[in-house]
């Protein structure tokens, strides 16, 4: 198993940026593939972007493509997203995720997730 405990969100004006990182423990980090959803008020989670075992690929919903940045150090066992140019539409509670097996973009393919941080971008 795997705990993953996400921090860096904030308060933060339309066009700023926030990195969010996510610390996992536990089974060796590099074994899994990791993800970033997000969930804003009455909406189902989404997926944000993913990322494979060593970093060499990655996926992104359209609606962050270019403007965000998903990363990880295994040496640390972290995760990280670096978010640019946000927008008020990206306020959400971000959740970090990770799966054993091939890189999904699908909620429900993923195994273990964080507690969640809150984002919110004001206009």
């Known amino acids: 198993q795997v705990q993953l405990v996400e921090s860096g969100g904030g308060l933060v004006q339309a066009g700023n940026s926030l990195r969010l990182s996510c610390a996992a423990s536990?089974?060796?980090?590099?074994?899994?593939?990791m993800g970033w959803f997000r969930q804003a008020p009455g909406k189902e989670r989404e997926f944000v972007a993913a990322?494979?075992?060593?970093?060499?690929?990655?996926s992104y919903a359209d609606s962050v493509k270019g403007r965000f940045t998903i990363s990880r150090d295994n040496a640390k066992s972290t995760l990280y997203l670096q978010m640019n140019s946000l927008e008020p539409e990206d306020t959400a509670v971000y959740y970090c995720?990770?799966?054993?097996?091939?890189?999904?973009?699908?909620?429900?393919?993923?195994?273990?997730w964080g507690q969640g941080t809150q984002v919110t971008v004001s206009s």
């Open positions: 536990g089974r060796a980090f590099g074994s899994y593939v």
């Open positions: 995720a990770a799966r054993l097996g091939a890189m999904v973009t699908n909620r429900f393919d993923y195994n273990y």
């Open positions: 990322i494979n075992f060593i970093g060499g690929k990655t």
